[in-house]
């Protein structure tokens, strides 16, 4: 079945990975021994090439119901059959998409799947399964950790990465090749997407994943994808048989693949990278970066060769490029919509400073244009029959998803609905671990928790963490505004006076404790910083019971009494191979110690783990992503984490809400606006600290500016700010000011925005027309426009940002009723025209024209061809002779009614 290129590389990877899996090894030798030839090559062929920490988290007998249903797919579906090697190898068989948490799940979408795409074409198959993913999965924003596929089924939510990587497992169960197709970053607006190919009759396709079509290469996305700078796909290995598409390089052990001249008109962009002697530089990395949320992001790298250059076919936008070398570094602005290469010497020395300027540089930043790949004219048949099939999708999704809630089991335990609700097909999970006794630790142990994680994590796991608390901890718990509950103090036989003092420090008189130094905290905080099974985004495991059979007495009394041993025992034991690894995945303590590997992150995560099982609060400091452990008086890095010394990080009273860091060698960065209220961390600004080359961009998510003035505490170090404004065009106003801070210094830097001249909001967008009826007729947009300009206003009356926008017309009611063109109100039905507000502005501004559209179907497609938010009303679009759309605005804007009479007078003008 299989070749002999295919098992000569399985064999290759595999015996490379041996010294990896050393911990496993004679249990997964064993194992593979038990395995048929077909068998073991592609059971050879995933361990060899899948991120290494996936060895040490999943049992084998998952990896093994892949391989045998991808053998059964081959075997019996002729479209399996007929795919080259390699398709086969990445696209059916390969079990992860993306990061998804690894379930056995293949053979359950298959049996959901089988009957309905029975003696259907290849074509109908791909359309059929789409809707089946709409009818069990929709979208919702959510955190970055990446769900399982059954996971998505039983919650009937995810963000777009768990949308597309459900689709894809619902493609592969029948054997058909999908992949996952990403923008990492837009160009034009501050976002990514996923989205999904199929091969489908020997050629790629493309569709929204859960957004079904009458036909393929059809998506929402079109628009906006035609202005990408970039588009790839993945595989976990560099195996090719037959396929040729455009290799952009590797990260770790993945391959990426260019797909962006499938959407969006493109150009080969050539790099050179040359010395300060103009020599070509070999063997330099070159990022390519792409300015989205304040920050530029890094899409992919690529290295040099002899001739000192790279080259990349990307998008007709500029794009940021870094080039990095035994260190030294340059960057530049590629304009790839005008040229064809670019220069960069590299002339800055990374270990002197004569390159900071600490002054601001101002440039535009281009997104690329509009550029329509894909036209389609659907018949009113195929729009019809969408539009029902949608609908129908979503009343059983929906009935599905609210029948996991049992209403009379959610009653006995009421103080948890909320969280039940959340759960969706995890209902029982939860009910199971909650019910099992009236310990208050229950439900406290879930708030802890993220929403996402009420999903899919298991009674089980919950159930370990909440009897660790049973076990001998250095750190006690002690229970304030609450009734103490014997069975929520931990290692009670530690207490030697039931009735000891709690001081105003909120630490038990250690005379009281049996164990030397320990401590009692309020309840909120040792549930937060010692209870809470989560860490970062890993995925959660019973790690509690796993790490204290781990350690032997002796080595965690020496951890506990010196927690700065732990880190030093994790540098020394777990070993990092950068090769086989994912970065975007980390291991979970349990596999971290299983198999001795784990990236950085995991092993920080390890080291919180370890010391949350002995009862000393840990972290993870959400601003530097350092693991830090609270000695009693304030949160500390751990020893050769930081310096050579445990530094002091917070005051114990600020641990819950500062960002602020305390450490020593820091320096206060005070930044200085005019209006706070228009600054926005991770929109319109961003900080980056200078580490090994590159920039790392600080995590003040939510950060506000509390008056004119922030003051941040700050590492010294070298540092780089970001301003931008972002034009409806998509375009970008940037200020880049790179700076030091030194030790003790105070530096005051004033920020400024740009403000947008009436130009920068005009865009020219042809709105796909459509129709909407005036009650007993249908009309097209294009007809009722007729080539005039006008106003076109979708509404939700009742609610406020509709109500604001209609006292806004009311307000400017003369102006409104003087305009000439076409003034069009689109609402849901007749009952929106009993709003009292409603009312009054069509009685002031009587040349204003309704329409209806059930459910405002037509919004959301308007809203993106706009580039507004899809999801706010009222939808306000400004048209210039007919369907071109010039400007829009979607929720409340102050002024926005305003501001389009100013756009409408000057094109009239």
Known sequence: MFSAQLEEYANKKFEERKAVYAPILPKLMEKLTQCGREERILLEFLYGTMPARDAGEYDFKIFLSYVTHAIWLREHMEWTRQLPEDYFIHYVFYPRVNSEYITECRKFFYEQLKDRVKEKSMTETVLEINYWCAENATYEASDSRTISPITVYYSGKGRCGEESTFAVTAFRSVGIAARQVYTPRWAHCDDNHAWVEVFVDGTWCFLGACEPEEVLNKGWFLNASSRALLVHSRTFSDYRSESMEEHIGKEDLLSYYNSTSTYAKTRCFKIFVKDKDLAPVNGARVSFEILNYAEFASVTELYTNEEGSVSITIGLGDIHIRAFKDGFFTEGMGHVGTLEEITLILNKNLYQKDWVTDTWETYEVEAPKDSIRYQFNLTREQQTTNRNRLREAKVLRENRIESYYDEALAEKVP???????????????????????????????????????????????????????????????????????????????????????????????????????????????????????????????????????????????????????????????????????????????????????????????????????????????????????????????????????????????????????????????????????????????????????????????????????????????????????????????????????QSDEEKRIQMNLRENQLEDLLVENEIADFEISDGQKEYWLSGLMNQKNGILAFLDEGKEPTEHVLNEMLEKETELQKFHGNILFIVKDQEALTNDTLKKVLEKIPNIQVYFDSELEHAEPVARRMYVDPEKLPLLVTLNQGCTGVYSCAGYNVGSVALILKILDKINK
């Open 415 to 741: 103080e948890a609905k909320e969280i039940l609700h959340f759960a969706k097909g995890n209902f029982m999970e939860l009910y199971r671990f909650l019910s099992v006794d009236d310990n208050p630790d229950r439900l406290a142990l879930l708030k802890t928790l993220k929403i996402k994680d009420y999903k899919d994590v298991s009674a089980s796991v919950l159930e370990d963490h909440l009897k660790a608390r049973k076990r001998g901890y250095k750190y006690l718990f002690e229970y304030k505004d609450s009734i103490v509950n014997e069975d929520s103090i931990v290692n009670e036989d530690s207490i030697s006076n039931e009735n000891s003092i709690v001081n105003e420090d909120n630490i038990v008189n250690e005379d009281s404790i049996a164990i030397e130094d320990s401590f009692a905290y309020e309840y909120g905080f040792a549930m937060e910083y010692i209870a809470c099974p989560r860490i970062y985004f890993e995925e959660l495991t019973a790690y509690r019971s796993y790490i204290n059979s781990y350690f032997d007495e002796d080595t965690k009394h020496k951890f506990i009494i010196d927690p700065n041993c732990i880190w030093v025992y994790i540098k020394e034991i777990i070993k990092y191979q950068k090769e086989f690894d994912y970065q975007t995945i980390t291991a979970t303590p349990i596999g971290c110690l299983k198999l001795q590997q784990g990236n950085a992150l995991s092993q920080k995560i390890l080291f919180v783990a370890i010391c949350r099982t002995l009862g000393i609060p840990a972290r993870l400091n959400k601003v530097t992503m350092e693991p830090e452990f609270f000695d009693g008086k304030v949160f500390c890095v751990p020893l050769n984490q930081s310096k050579d010394k445990s530094i002091e990080t917070n005051e114990y009273e600020k641990i819950s809400h500062d960002l602020i860091l305390h450490e020593l060698g820091r320096g206060n960065l005070i930044l200085h606006v005019e209006e706070k209220e228009k600054w926005t961390y991770g929109q319109n600004f961003t900080l980056g600290k200078l580490q090994e080359g590159e920039y790392l961009t600080l995590d003040y998510e939510g950060l506000k500016f509390p008056d004119k003035e922030l003051s941040l505490l700050l590492e010294a170090g070298i540092y780089r700010l970001i301003v931008t404004t972002r034009m409806p065009n998509g375009n970008q106003h940037v200020a880049v000011r790179t700076f030091e801070i």
